[in-house]
């Protein structure tokens, strides 16, 4: 199975910009979609939320909170997902995965240890 490695993140302060990157361990040309997800601290038993979404058609989806803050794209040669976060606020603290799915209707791939990002002043 293809695995994930989610680098990038870091402490920056609100109205900040980070760049994070996904690399995958095989290609990702097969995945319909790839996606990046978060978790809050203190959520950890919850579900992770989903933020944002890049089909193999370059169509995105977004989280509403996220919609003309965060950017995802994909590069189906190197095989990197990248999740460009701007003006970032302090909710958007937290753990943040990407994963694929090979259909719409498939599973996720076992998932990473995330990156860390942290907003505050």
């Known amino acids: 199975q293809v695995q994930f490695v989610e680098s990038g993140g870091g402490l920056v302060q609100p109205g900040g910009s980070l760049r994070l990157s996904c690399a995958a361990s095989?290609?990702?040309?097969?995945?319909?979609?790839m996606y990046w997800y978060r978790r809050a601290p203190g959520k950890e038993g919850e579900e992770r939320e989903f933020?944002?979404?890049?089909?193999?058609?370059?169509?995105?989806n977004y989280l509403d909170s996220v919609e003309d803050r965060f950017t995802v794209s994909r590069d189906n040669v190197k095989n990197i997902v990248t999740l460009q976060m701007n003006s970032l606020k302090p909710e958007d603290t937290a753990i943040y995965y990407c994963?694929?799915?090979?259909?719409?209707?498939?599973?996720?791939?076992?998932w990473g240890q995330g990156t860390r990002v942290t907003v505050s002043s």
């Open positions: 933020v944002a979404a890049v089909a193999l058609d370059e169509t995105t």
């Open positions: 994963n694929g799915r090979v259909t719409p209707a498939s599973g996720f791939s076992p």
């Open positions: 095989g290609s990702i040309a097969r995945f319909y979609s």
